[in-house]
């Protein structure tokens, strides 16, 4: 692969949320890919890492936030870190159309709650219209390789953004899903995909992930971004182009190795 940096006048921050708690399943490999494609393009970009105890106000300095998945038991911590300020800087942030890839527990924990196979509830933070059951035993955990038609992401982030966004030579996202909540979507979030192979929200409907305005939710692991650069290249556009009010056109980096990585997962 050869992207030789090209300098540009373009920064951007990136806020990585719990990275120590929420990045089970590689992923940490969607901040390298994120920054990796930033600094190839000589995109200047920074990493913040907001830990448990992190200030609500460091959110206001983000331009792109990425949250991982994670356990039951570390799920509660950090509920428990997130004050109602947080919350709320969060949901402004949301609102405002700032671009977030929420990945498996990020995604559940930013829906009204999960329901755990005991029956407890873990209170979700409420931004997105989607909730998580786990049905336990009974039914068994969603584990493999999965194939996504998401066409509609880049609608749904063309209409969100009034911008133009180019389809890739696929529409399909690939990953690895392995998670045992069942999630439903309400009215107000769209989904991020269809299954076409695997099992995605619950197993049932199809659907797979959410997106409401610029934020993305996805069971996807993988992680999801070094085998989809094209949804890479999405979130990076996204955020520069809400940061400097400007149709953004990134410049094209040599992604044959990605694309065969993709393509071997979706010929699978």
């Given at each position: 692969?050869?992207?030789?940096?090209?300098?540009?006048?373009?920064?951007?921050?990136?806020?990585?949320?719990?990275?120590?708690?929420?990045?089970?399943?590689?992923?940490?490999?969607?901040?390298?890919?994120?920054?990796?494609?930033?600094?190839?393009?000589?995109?200047?970009?920074?990493?913040?890492?907001?830990?448990?105890?992190?200030?609500?106000?460091?959110?206001?300095?983000?331009?792109?936030?990425?949250?991982?998945?994670?356990?039951?038991?570390?799920?509660?911590?950090?509920?428990?870190?997130?004050?109602?300020?947080?919350?709320?800087?969060?949901?402004?942030?949301?609102?405002?159309?700032?671009?977030?890839?929420?990945?498996?527990?990020?995604?559940?924990?930013?829906?009204?709650?999960?329901?755990?196979?005991?029956?407890?509830?873990?209170?979700?933070?409420?931004?997105?219209?989607?909730?998580?059951?786990?049905?336990?035993?009974?039914?068994?955990?969603?584990?493999?390789?999965?194939?996504?038609?998401?066409?509609?992401?880049?609608?749904?982030?063309?209409?969100?953004?009034?911008?133009?966004?180019?389809?890739?030579?696929?529409?399909?996202?690939?990953?690895?899903?392995?998670?045992?909540?069942?999630?439903?979507?309400?009215?107000?979030?769209?989904?991020?995909?269809?299954?076409?192979?695997?099992?995605?929200?619950?197993?049932?409907?199809k659907t797979e992930g959410a997106v409401y305005k610029n934020s993305f939710g996805s069971y996807l692991h993988g992680p999801i971004l070094p085998k989809n650069p094209h949804f890479a290249d999405l979130l990076i556009k996204l955020a520069l182009q809400k940061k400097y009010k400007e149709e953004i056109t990134l410049q094209k980096l040599d992604d044959s190795?990605?694309?065969?990585?993709?393509?071997?997962?979706?010929?699978?």
């Amino acid at each position: 692969m050869n992207n030789s940096p090209r300098a540009t006048r373009y920064t951007l921050t990136i806020g990585w949320l719990y990275p120590e708690l929420m990045s089970t399943y590689g992923d940490r490999g969607n901040i390298i890919c994120l920054q990796k494609r930033c600094e190839w393009r000589g995109i200047d970009v920074e990493v913040k890492r907001l830990d448990v105890g992190f200030a609500h106000e460091q959110l206001a300095t983000c331009h792109l936030l990425f949250m991982g998945g994670a356990q039951d038991t570390q799920q509660k911590i950090v509920s428990r870190d997130f004050s109602r300020e947080k919350v709320k800087a969060l949901k402004d942030i949301v609102e405002r159309g700032i671009p977030g890839l929420y990945i498996c527990g990020a995604y559940q924990f930013l829906g009204k709650y999960y329901r755990e196979a005991s029956g407890k509830i873990i209170e979700g933070l409420g931004i997105l219209d989607l909730y998580t059951e786990n049905p336990g035993e009974k039914s068994p955990r969603l584990i493999g390789n999965i194939v996504v038609d998401a066409r509609s992401v880049l609608r749904v982030a063309r209409r969100e953004s009034s911008t133009s966004h180019m389809l890739p030579p696929t529409t399909y996202l690939v990953g690895f899903e392995n998670h045992g909540g069942r999630t439903y979507l309400g009215k107000d979030v769209k989904p991020l995909g269809t299954v076409i192979k695997g099992f995605g929200n619950n197993g049932e409907d199809k659907t797979e992930g959410a997106v409401y305005k610029n934020s993305f939710g996805s069971y996807l692991h993988g992680p999801i971004l070094p085998k989809n650069p094209h949804f890479a290249d999405l979130l990076i556009k996204l955020a520069l182009q809400k940061k400097y009010k400007e149709e953004i056109t990134l410049q094209k980096l040599d992604d044959s190795l990605e694309w065969q990585a993709h393509n071997s997962a979706v010929k699978k």
